[in-house]
Nanobody, 112 residues
Framework: QVQFVESGGGLVQPGGSLRLSCAASGSIFSMGWYRQAPGKQRELVAAITSGGSTDYADSVKGRFTISRDNTKNTVYLEMMSLKPEDTDVYCC?????????WGQGAQVPVSS
């Protein structure tokens, strides 16, 4: 089963930017970035198909960009104009049906 390792998280001020990376242990197809805060349901933030088509949650459109490098089995999430409500743990996984194997995630606290 393909494993995912997220990196690039960290404390950022409101209005700041951050780039997350997701390295997969095997070939990737359609992928998504998800986020989840304690006590809340996991939410799909952005998705990208094997052909490069993208889709975003309304709350992040125009601020987040998902991309991929198939030669490295890696998916990225560029986040700009971050808001306190973007504070979450961000994970990557297959889309639309995630595998049962989730990584540790990347913590993104947005605070001044």
């Amino acid at each position: 089963q393909v494993q995912f390792v997220e990196s690039g998280g960290g404390l950022v001020q409101p209005g700041g930017s951050l780039r997350l990376s997701c390295a997969a242990s095997g070939s990737i197809f359609s992928m998504g970035w998800y986020r989840q805060a304690p006590g809340k349901q996991r939410e799909l933030v952005a998705a990208i198909t094997s052909g490069g088509s993208t889709d975003y949650a309304d709350s992040v459109k125009g601020r987040f960009t998902i991309s991929r490098d198939n030669t490295k089995n890696t998916v990225y999430l560029e986040m700009m104009s971050l808001k306190p409500e973007d504070t979450d743990v961000y994970c990557c996984n297959r889309h639309p049906v995630p595998s049962s194997s989730w990584g540790q995630g990347a913590q993104v606290p947005v605070s001044s």
